[in-house]
């Protein structure tokens, strides 16, 4: 069992930055691809980035490219995602997935993900 805990949201106006944390307890996520989805209110969770379990390969959705970074630090057990040049449609609740399919994050197929944490939300104003 996997429990994913994520930080570092908040309030930011557009332009600015924030780092999102994804910490997981009880079993290493080592061997998990890891990403993280976003929901906006009204809208459905989509997928934002995701990172191999060897962080060779990473993926982002379009709306996120040259803005958004995923990594993670494997001693840590924790993935982070680095989140520059905001925008007022960012705005949403972050949600830190972790699983062993690699498709699923490419394709957004969230009925089949393995792992979520609580989420941590995200405001960006104009």
């Known amino acids: 069992q996997v429990q994913l805990v994520e930080s570092g949201g908040g309030s930011v106006q557009a332009g600015g930055s924030l780092r999102l944390s994804c910490a997981a307890s009880?079993?290493?996520?080592?061997?998990?691809?890891m990403g993280w989805f976003r929901q906006a209110p009204g809208k459905e969770r989509e997928s934002v980035a995701a990172i191999s379990w060897n962080g060779e390969s990473t993926y982002y959705t379009d709306s996120v490219k040259g803005r958004f970074t995923i990594s993670r630090d494997a001693a840590k057990n924790t993935v982070y995602l680095q989140m520059n040049s905001l925008k007022p449609d960012d705005t949403a609740v972050y949600y830190c997935?972790?699983?062993?399919?690699?498709?699923?994050?490419?394709?957004?197929?969230?009925?089949?993900?393995?792992?979520w944490g609580q989420g941590t939300q995200v405001t960006v104003s104009s």
């Open positions: 009880g079993r290493t996520l080592s061997t998990y691809h």
């Open positions: 997935a972790a699983d062993y399919n690699w498709r699923l994050f490419l394709v957004g197929d969230i009925a089949r993900v393995d792992y």
